[in-house]
Each structure stands twice: as C-alpha cells, then as structure tokens.
C-alpha cells in the first residue's frame, strides 16, 4: 500500500483525514510542529488505530517544521530505510486564523509560503510528485455569487488568503515550468466543523479562534462568552450570514477520494481546483436553532455589528469534486450540530487536559 507524507497531521483536518487513511489500509507518516495541536492527538490515533490491531506499523509520527528542509530530507530518508518510500503528500500544515494574519504578517507568508516552497523542494529531491493542498474558499471574490464554481474570479483581502493564492499560483506554475509528472490537486475548503463520531478528535480549541461554531460551543460552557452575530441585515432571508458548513468527516472522505484520483495511472501531469463543500448554505439563525434542537440545549446570543470584511453568502458549487472525484458529502448539520458539540463536551479544553 502507498505511504503518504501527512503534514500538520495532528491539526484539525489532518487527524481526521489520517484516520480516514488508515482505516483505508494507508501507511502514514506524520508530521506536525504541534504549534496548534497536540501529541495526545497523535497518541489516541495510535491506540484507536491499535485496536483494530489491522496494520500496527503504518503510523509513524515526527515533530518538527515544515520550513527546516534538513528536517523534512530526514523524514524522507527514513522513510525509504523503512521501505516505505513516501508516494504522496497531503499538505495541511499552516498557520489559519484570518485575523492574527493581519498581526503577524510575516510569520504567515513564512510558514504558508516558504514552507510550502521547502516542502516541494524536497518532495522534487526524493521524485515524490503527487501533492493535495489546503486551500480555502476564501480564495474567492467577494463580487462573485453563489454557488462558487471553480473558475470564479478570485480576489483576497486578508494576508492569510493571499499565502494561500501564492501557494496555488507557484504550485500551477509547477506543472508549467518544472517536472512533468507533478499532479496536484488545490482542494478549496469551505467551512469544516463537527467531529469524530467517537468524541475523541477534534478541533482543539484555542484562545483566538473567531469561527461560529467552536463560539457557539463556548457561548455555552463559558456564561462569560455571550455569541455574537455579527450583522441581521445581511441581504439573506432571516438577515444573518450563510455560508457553507462541511462535516470534517466527510472533508477527510474528500482527501481520500483525491489520493485515489492520483493513483489512476490515466492521470497526466495536472494542477486542479476542486471545491469541497456541500453546495447548501446555512444561515447563522439556523445553525444556531439547529444546535439548540439537536443537543437540546439554550444559546445566548445577541445581534452586532456586521464584521468587518465579511460576505453575505457562500456556498461552494461541489459538481467537479462529484465529476472527479466521485465524491459527495453525506452528513448533516445535524449530525455536525451534534458530533462537534460531542467534541467539545468531552473535551472542554482540548486534547490538553
Ligand atoms: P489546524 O491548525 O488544526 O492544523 C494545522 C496543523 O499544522 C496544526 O497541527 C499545526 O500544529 C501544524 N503546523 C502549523 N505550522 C506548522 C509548521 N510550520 N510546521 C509543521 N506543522 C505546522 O488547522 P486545520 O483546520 O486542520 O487546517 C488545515 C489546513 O486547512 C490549513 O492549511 C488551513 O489553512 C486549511 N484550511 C482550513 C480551514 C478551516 O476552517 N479549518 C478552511 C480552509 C482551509
Ligand atoms: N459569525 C458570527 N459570530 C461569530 C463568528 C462568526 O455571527 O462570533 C458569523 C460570520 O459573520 C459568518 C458566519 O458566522 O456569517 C461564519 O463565520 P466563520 O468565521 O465561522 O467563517 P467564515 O466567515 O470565515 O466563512
């Protein structure tokens, strides 16, 4: 079986897609700097994965950055002395939060940039050629309507977007102008929340998160944190914000779908765009009403300001990920609704007790 380079695989997204992977039969090698997450991810993936007592070995797991290429060569080297030469990379690691962007712009280029440049270097050095990337619907142009196609104009305004559009033109300029049997496909994500149905992954909660859903958890465990919505008259029908919410499960299923793309021998040198959303948007309002009848539980919120730089409504258009991929997602936002506050009851503060 092929052995994928998981980087930032003990964030969010990647442990989920990991455990996607290794139920798949997948060997990974793992690596994150565990500046957002933490090893306790990586140990209950390990003893989740034991139980199952399929594949013992086929996790493998390193600290470090993404930026230090004599750290990213080792991992590599490693990995052909273990026999199990790396295939493919699933590149996750990065810095995400839209607002600490603009305070620290620098240190977002340099690790979602530069990192990324070092990663493709070595991935060059070792004739590894097949690379998914996290990329994110914010991407888009604020004058363009949904659904969002694909080749929808884009246009950002937030340093984070602009390492991640960076990122997407070096890697397209790649096919152009560099080896010929890079494949990459850009998955552009829309808005994952929910959880591992066991309550034992996550997404590990950190001061500055500003997205709804881990701020509606937190509305409720902390009487201090009072939910605010951000604007109720946006041009929607109940004049909250839509966007559309992703199970992260079923954003995982989308990663695995991608690597079986690659694998098809068919597939020519490409760089691809694809969406993974659900195509249905949601209103503020509803998820929150949603949540509330699911886990039977009260929010409190109140109206504010809208905020600053946001958009009315996204949702993605999903056809080419159904066409390609053969992928669609399955989960509710009940489901989201309940899995991601499962998550966080079990684990109020994270992975860190
Ligand atoms: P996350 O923060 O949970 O995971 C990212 C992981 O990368 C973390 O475990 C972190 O420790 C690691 N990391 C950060 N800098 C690193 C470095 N220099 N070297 C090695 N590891 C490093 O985030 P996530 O939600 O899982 O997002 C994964 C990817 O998807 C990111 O690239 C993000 O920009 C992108 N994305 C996320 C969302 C979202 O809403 N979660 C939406 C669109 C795109
Ligand atoms: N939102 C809100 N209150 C909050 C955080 C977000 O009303 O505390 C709204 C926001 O205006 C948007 C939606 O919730 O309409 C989703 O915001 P999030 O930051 O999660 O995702 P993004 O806007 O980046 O897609």
């Given at each position: 079986m092929d052995t994928i380079l998981i980087t930032g695989g003990a964030g969010f997204i990647g442990i989920h897609t990991s455990l996607v992977l290794l139920n798949k039969g997948y060997k990974l090698v793992i690596i994150d700097s565990l500046i957002n997450s933490s090893y306790i991810a990586i140990n209950r993936i390990k003893s989740t994965y034991k139980k199952t007592n399929?594949?013992?070995?086929n996790i493998s797991f390193y600290k470090g950055d993404i930026r230090d290429i004599s750290f990213l060569r080792k991992v590599f080297k490693d990995s052909i002395k273990l026999g199990s030469?790396?295939?493919y990379v699933i590149h996750f690691a990065g810095l995400k939060s839209v607002s600490d962007s603009f305070l620290e712009e620098d240190k977002y280029w340099d690790v979602n940039v530069n990192g990324t440049k070092t990663l493709i270097k070595v991935m060059e050095e070792n004739n590894c050629f097949n690379l998914i990337f996290s990329s994110s619907a914010?991407?888009?142009?604020?004058y363009e309507t949904s659904?969002?196609?694909?080749?929808a104009k884009v246009n950002v305004n937030n340093p984070y977007g602009k390492t991640k559009l960076e990122v997407e033109k070096f890697l397209e300029n790649k096919i152009k102008s560099s080896h010929p049997n890079w494949k990459i496909i850009s998955l552009r994500y829309f808005n994952p929340i929910g959880a591992h149905?066991?309550?034992?992954?996550g997404e590990n909660p950190n001061n500055k998160i500003n997205n709804l859903f881990p701020l509606i958890c937190r509305s409720i465990t902390n009487a201090n944190e009072e939910l605010l919505i951000?604007?109720?008259?946006?041009?929607t029908h109940d004049g909250t914000g839509v966007r559309d919410y992703i199970h992260v499960m079923d954003l995982a299923e989308g990663h695995v779908s991608a690597v079986e793309f690659l694998n098809k021998k068919i597939i020519k040198s490409s760089f691809l765009v694809i969406n993974l959303g659900t195509g249905k948007g949601t209103s503020v309002l509803e998820l929150i009403n949603i949540f509330q009848k699911v886990n039977k539980i009260n929010i409190n919120y109140k109206f504010a300001e809208r905020r600053k730089g946001d958009k009315a409504i996204i949702f993605a258009d999903i056809r080419k990920a159904l066409e390609l991929l053969n992928w669609q997602p399955k989960r509710s936002i009940e489901e989201m609704c309940h899995d991601g506050w499962e998550w966080f009851l079990n684990n109020p503060f994270g992975y860190e007790k």
């Open positions: 399929k594949y013992p070995n030469e790396i295939n914010t991407l888009y142009s604020e659904p969002l196609r694909e080749n149905s066991s309550g034992l992954f951000f604007g109720n008259d946006w041009p």
